[in-house]
């Protein structure tokens, strides 16, 4: 049987597992019942299990019958603390939880592929990896990758799919190069000295010396930063004061950084000199902290090539779209495309009649089914053709 057909004959355990994870979505970290069903599904296959990795990811090891290479692919697991606004029969029942990102549909979509590999055993050439991420909302990849999972074997290359409500059903996307934004959180605390609001003169107010630091960064990202190089710094939380006649000691300033280019460090640098520069002026103190969400995600020039290929055979050439798809979202897939060469696609999912053109992590987030056998094929046949041409 072709793997097409194969495909098609198992939509309904495909579309089965979806459902079931969508009803039952677990938080980064969290993903207990996720990772259970996932390693006795792989075990039942014949694949070689581990479990727990990075508290709850799991990865399965298909070993071919003949030696060759080793080619991972990667899905996420985790949901969002998200209230489901859906109205689907199979909505969450995990109350302020919900898969709004369609990781629900990435899992399907790996154990199937899974499963029709498996099937094909007696003819690969080499090994598939099957690396079920926890936490991929807020950087969980490193932390599986530093307990080993790129090697014994060594992985020589890797891809993703990520259903994507920016692209129409059936559409693909694949480009090489810069893909998805880094992303770093800061944390700004301003500390001023407080007082009376009817005597700022014996004062220091944290508050102005916060807002033109907000000012001045926003500055910068116009006047100072190539447009070229895609930059954003935006500001999500502030905090200060109690009451409206006095003075605060300090002021907490919350945001993040995301860069469509490998100059991250750069620019927190220069964010660094001109919080300073502004403290000085305000006789301010200040501290600032970064936390990576995620690197950039980067796609290999050549396995983007190979795996393009692949897909124009499974969605039509017409159907793959080459550019204007990188976006300032984050995704850490990065760590994977920074260590092995690696390939991340966007799987459109976008349908208005069936409502699933919905943003990613919104509360009526829906994923259109039927191109989930796209990603199993492509998953599919990226692996075989990867490791029985090599």
Excluded at 245 to 261: A, D, F, Q, T, Y
């Amino acid at each position: 049987m072709d793997i097409k057909n194969e495909i098609e004959n198992l939509k309904e355990e495909l579309i089965s597992l979806r459902r079931d994870f969508h009803q039952h979505p677990e938080l980064g970290f969290q993903e207990f019942r996720t990772g259970k069903i996932v390693a006795d599904y792989l075990e039942d296959l014949g694949l070689e299990v581990e479990r727990n990795i990075a508290k709850t990811g799991v990865v399965g090891l298909l070993k071919g019958k003949h030696p060759g290479k080793t080619i991972a692919l990667r899905t996420d697991m985790d949901a969002l603390p998200l209230t489901e606004e859906t109205g689907l029969s199979f909505e969450s029942d995990n109350e302020g939880n919900m898969h709004a990102c369609g990781h629900d549909g990435h899992l399907a979509m790996m154990l199937i592929a899974a499963k029709v590999l498996s099937s094909r055993k007696e003819e690969i050439k080499g090994n598939v990896k099957f690396i079920f991420q926890p936490n991929e909302e807020d950087a969980g990849a490193e932390i599986m990758i530093n307990e080993g999972i790129l090697e014994n074997p060594k992985v020589d290359a890797a891809i993703g799919i990520h259903l994507w409500s920016l692209l129409e059903s059936g559409k693909a996307g694949v480009a090489a190069g810069p893909l998805m934004a880094s992303s770093y959180y800061f944390k700004l605390l301003v500390n001023g000295k407080g007082g009376h609001g009817g005597a700022p003169h014996t004062t220091i107010s944290p508050i102005l010396a916060g807002i033109d630091m907000i000012k001045g960064l926003q500055e910068m990202v116009l006047n100072e930063v190539d447009a070229l190089k895609p930059t954003i710094i935006s500001f999500g939380k502030v905090n200060a004061g109690t009451y409206p006649i006095i003075i605060p000691e300090k002021m907490e300033i919350e945001g993040s950084i995301r860069c469509l280019h490998p100059d991250t460090e750069a620019v927190q640098e220069r964010m660094g000199e001109i919080i300073e520069g502004i403290s000085k002026v305000h006789r301010t103190t200040f501290s600032l902290e970064f936390k990576c969400g995620n690197e950039l995600l980067y796609n290999d020039q050549e396995m983007t090539e190979f795996v393009e290929g692949v897909t124009e055979e499974v969605v039509g050439k017409e159907n793959v779209v080459k550019s204007d798809i990188s976006v300032m979202l984050g995704e850490d897939f990065a760590e994977f495309s920074k260590r092995v060469p690696s390939t991340f696609i966007f799987l459109g999912s976008a349908d208005k009649k069936k409502k699933t053109d919905y943003p990613h992590h919104h509360p009526k987030f829906d994923i259109d089914e039927d191109v989930l056998q796209l990603g199993v094929e492509i998953h599919v046949k990226t692996a075989l053709t990867y490791l029985n041409d090599q």
